[in-house]
């Protein structure tokens, strides 16, 4: 197993030349590496591949025996026959601006997969799940990011491979009406198979970090109109309830690949908050509490001004949780967003917790990551920690922005790389450009009461291939890449502007 040390370096790997990924499934590496599981044509465009490998190296993985046939980076903490999860950022199938900047690219898992049946072996398997937002079409997204391609030629390649989508509920939405401008939308919740081990409702109960809240449980709320007040019915004064695949809690290793991206809610979506996409259910997710500070709720600075709360209200008309209809007049849509952005810069009319002030989302996603590290396969918390855990962040295209689910593209060039999932959030932080102490899942990082970090920032080690980021911990301001936060967070997270304010003073 790997020794202390290892557990708290950070690789942050760097793509030279032109910024991209390779394009074609199912992204076979570039060179025959000595270590190779089976024999494969060449992708000579796949520059996504050597950075995962040089990672794994700069790591310390397996040190001795690197660039040799018995390399075995992840034998480090992958047993022969260890069942394994993998879990990308998939959050959707679409995007504005471009998708390469939502989520996280099939070349990167495809180089971690590799490694890991390497490690786990013919006894082992390997799982990919995501359980996207419910509006994403998955058959399009394995088009699109090519899994499904490259998951069937692993399969012939004879690795134990399955890929699924852990949902068991969409949302399907289609025009009724689209002509002159006018657009009328009808949407449903409907329910699918979901994963093929089933569920398991994981009760955190007072060890829950939004017990600390609870006394508000009646004002949670998640992130949908329609079945918002549906958070409440999963927490209160004794419940803190999440419902996760029986797959992940049966896993003896997790490897989490987020993507390196800016967030509405949480300022950052990187290792931590990666883990939402690991639950059921996510209308029990609480997101928010209803009502301002002065209100005892984070959901907006100020309340929203009456004729835009008449809209938003008026934004769809919904039938028993099931079904809602929403109605466009020409050009209003188009409209209405540019002003949603316009206030949010100004910090007006804000909703749903979309500025830095929200005090909801991180309570839930240390949540999931003490589930993770600490429930067994019924359900049950330990103290001790139950599975082993490696992430590794996609950051070759970054997201910046309007984060998570409208990035703008970042050609960042990096992969960022560790065993302790603070320490990569940090790091990502960091590199990003951001201040830490601003963004809440790592400024509360010592309060859950099942850790899933050492939390001691002091001990992180960057290892790279870049001398400057190895003095992203002491001179931050002269390594950053300067991504621009989403509206509501802009002026207040960005580490430049707050360490010149701090040496003014």
């Known amino acids: 197993m790997a020794n202390v040390d290892n557990k708290d ?26 270590e190779r599981p089976f024999e494969y044509l060449l992708d000579k465009t796949n520059k996504a591949y050597p950075l995962v490998r040089e990672a794994l190296h700069r790591l310390g993985l397996d040190a001795d025996k690197y660039n040799t046939p018995s390399w075995n980076p992840m034998g480090e903490f992958i047993r022969k026959g260890d069942n394994v999860v993998i879990k990308p950022n998939w959050v959707l199938d679409k995007s504005e601006h471009d998708l390469d900047a939502l989520i996280t690219h099939m070349s990167i898992v495809r180089a971690l997969v590799d490694y890991a049946w390497i490690a786990c072996g013919k006894k082992g398997m390997i799982q990919i799940l995501e359980s996207p937002i419910q509006g994403t079409d998955w058959s399009n997204l394995m088009k699109v990011t090519g899994a499904g391609k490259t998951v069937d030629y692993l399969k012939e390649k004879g690795v134990n ?22 657009r009328v939308k009808f949407f449903q919740r409907k329910n699918i198979s979901g994963t093929r081990r089933g569920f398991v409702d994981v009760n955190l109960g007072h060890r829950s970090m939004l017990d600390e809240v609870k006394e508000k449980a009646g004002r949670f709320r998640g992130i949908q109109y329609w079945t918002g007040k549906d958070a409440s019915n999963a927490h209160n004064s004794r419940n803190h309830k999440y419902r996760i695949p029986r797959e992940i809690l049966e896993s003896d ?18 290792s931590l908050k990666n883990l939402v996409g690991i639950a ?9 509490i209803e009502g301002t500070p002065n209100r005892g709720g984070d959901e907006a600075p100020t309340q929203r001004d009456l004729h835009v709360r008449v809209i938003d209200a008026l934004s769809i008309f919904s039938f028993f949780k099931r079904f809602g209809v929403s109605i466009r007049p020409p050009g209003v849509e188009k409209i209405w967003r540019k002003k949603i952005e316009d206030d949010l810069k100004k910090l007006r009319n804000v909703r749903q917790a979309n500025w830095y002030g929200g005090d909801t989302v991180w309570r839930m996603v240390y949540d999931l990551n003490m589930i993770l590290f600490h429930a067994d396969a019924k359900g049950r918390l330990h103290n001790r920690q139950l599975r082993r855990y490696f992430c590794l962040i996609d950051g070759i295209v970054g997201g910046e922005k309007f984060g998570p689910l409208n990035s703008v593209p970042k050609k960042s060039g990096v992969v960022i790389a560790g065993r302790d999932p603070a320490f990569c959030e940090l790091v990502g932080t960091r590199l990003m450009g951001f201040d830490e102490d601003q963004i809440k899942t790592l400024k509360n990082i010592r309060k859950p009461s099942l850790s899933f970090s050492s939390g001691d920032f002091n001990r992180v ?11 992203l911990m002491s001179e931050p301001d002269k390594a950053c890449m300067h991504f621009i936060p989403a509206p509501g967070w802009k002026g207040h997270i960005e580490l430049v502007n707050n360490i010149r304010k701090s040496r003014s003073q």
């Open 9 to 34: 370096k950070v690789a942050v790997i760097r793509q030279r030349g032109e910024v991209r990924y390779p394009r074609k499934a199912p992204f076979n590496p570039p060179e025959r590496y000595p």
């Open 161 to 182: 491979i399955c890929l699924q989508d852990i949902r068991s509920e969409c949302f399907i939405e289609r025009d009724i009406i689209n002509l002159a401008g006018w």
């Open 253 to 270: 290793v997790f490897i989490n690949v987020p993507k390196l991206k800016t967030h509405r809610k949480a300022g950052v979506t990187l």
């Open 280 to 288: 059921d259910k996510k209308e029990w997710l609480p997101h928010f």
């Open 461 to 471: 080690k960057i290892v790279s291939d870049e001398n400057k980021w190895k003095r």
